[in-house]
């Protein structure tokens, strides 16, 4: 039975308890042991990280400790699966640069906030992950983001919907769906996610059921090329040394 660890908390906007609660119930539906977790203190048993198949990060704007973070980048590199969606991952530790190179992207605005009517336009892809999914509308968060040049793009928005600063630029396909690779890892992030009913919406239940998956699947993928684990691996840098 594959093993999964959901941490939740943060900023309570995001209703992180509610959508750990979703993720859970998609993981237990697919035969996982799942753990659910309100503390970071989670993430401080290294031993215990390297054992799962897949982490699930639900927390927004907090502080995390740089040894914390390594727990769970050598934990990733070594073939646990990463995945999550919206702030809950990739707006996590706005000071931790190490976290943001691991996911693949961070949170820089929404503009227009909350209620912002845009379309989801699935890549074609050979992908399974996006396999059968069809473009889809949405009224919610539109996430503008800074994105790690390695990823696979899955799914796009388009920018701008609102006027401000940025609609004097040319317009601009901005990823909402990524894969990437960490050391021998799978990490999946969807942007979508503000509240738990977003995250309910068949097709985003239905890509974030997907990726969750498909990332838990890499650590026996990374067992079966053991040679290439990355063993100690990235462990991020720490202050003295910038």
Known sequence: MKKALIVWGGWDGHEPEQVAGVFAGLLREAQFEVEVANTLEAFADGEKLL?????????????????????????????????????????????????????????????????????????????????????????????????????????TTRFPVVQGPHATNKAVDMPVVWTKRWGQGRVYYNSLGHHADIVELPPVKELMRRGLLWAAEGKQEASANPKQTAGAGYSGMADSQL
């Open 51 to 155: 054992g799962l198949d897949l982490i699930v990060p639900v927390w927004t704007m907090g502080e995390i400790s740089q040894e914390l973070v390594n727990n769970v980048s050598a934990a990733v590199q070594n073939g646990t699966g990463l995945a999550g969606c919206h702030g809950g991952m990739c707006d996590s530790f706005r000071t931790n640069v190490d976290w943001q190179f691991m996911t693949g992207g961070q949170w820089v605005a929404h503009p227009g906030n909350d209620g912002v009517q845009y379309t989801v336009e699935i890549c074609q892809s050979s992908s399974p992950l996006t396999a059968g999914m069809e473009d889809f509308d949405v009224t919610s968060e539109q996430y503008y983001l800074h994105v790690d040049p390695a990823v696979e793009v899955l799914a």
